[in-house]
């Protein structure tokens, strides 16, 4: 499976997009939707402009691809194209170890999808703190994990 078009725009509405290269936190240079330049540390001159919509969506693709992988690994169940989305989503977010370990992944496999999508809801901390943006997203993903099923 490949996250679908409706999957892609909560990613990017979550995660935000820039046109234009930037450090991120910890001051690695970044563009369009968290996309890695380099290793980070040196903005390559080829780098230093704007890019199109088309070219954020082409990288973010590529860097989908890893976790979509992740996601049929750790949950070789059948999933709606909503869950698979979802699972993704709160891949890229949180990485593919954190969906290995959790008890979100557990549900998913066991066939409990209410319990799956109430697991969502667990995520919204960041550095011990509730963070709004992160609840929006969880009860987005939620939603999406849901779609059709309720």
């Known amino acids: 499976m490949k996250v679908s078009n409706e999957g892609l725009r909560m990613i990017k509405h979550h995660e935000g997009v820039r046109l234009r290269p930037y450090k991120d936190c910890?001051?690695?240079?970044t563009v369009g939707v968290g996309h890695l330049i380099g290793n980070g540390k040196t903005l390559p001159?080829?780098?230093n402009r704007s890019f199109t919509i088309g070219e954020i969506d082409?990288?973010?693709r590529q860097d989908l691809v890893?976790?979509?992988k992740s996601v049929a690994r750790?949950?070789?169940v059948p999933l709606t194209q909503g869950q698979f989305d979802s699972l993704c989503s709160f891949a890229f977010n949180c990485g593919a170890g954190r969906l290995q370990s959790s008890t979100l992944r557990q549900k998913v496999l066991r066939g409990d999808i209410q319990g799956a999508a109430d697991e969502f809801l667990k995520y919204t901390k960041a550095g011990g703190k509730v963070f709004k943006g992160l609840v929006?997203?969880?009860?987005?993903?939620?939603?999406l994990f849901l779609k059709g099923i309720e």
Not at 136 to 143: G, I, V
């Open 26 to 29: 910890i001051g690695l240079y």
């Open 45 to 47: 001159t080829e780098w």
């Open 58 to 60: 082409s990288l973010l």
């Open 66 to 68: 890893r976790f979509e």
């Open 74 to 76: 750790l949950c070789p």
């Open 136 to 143: 929006t997203r969880r009860n987005d993903e939620r939603a």
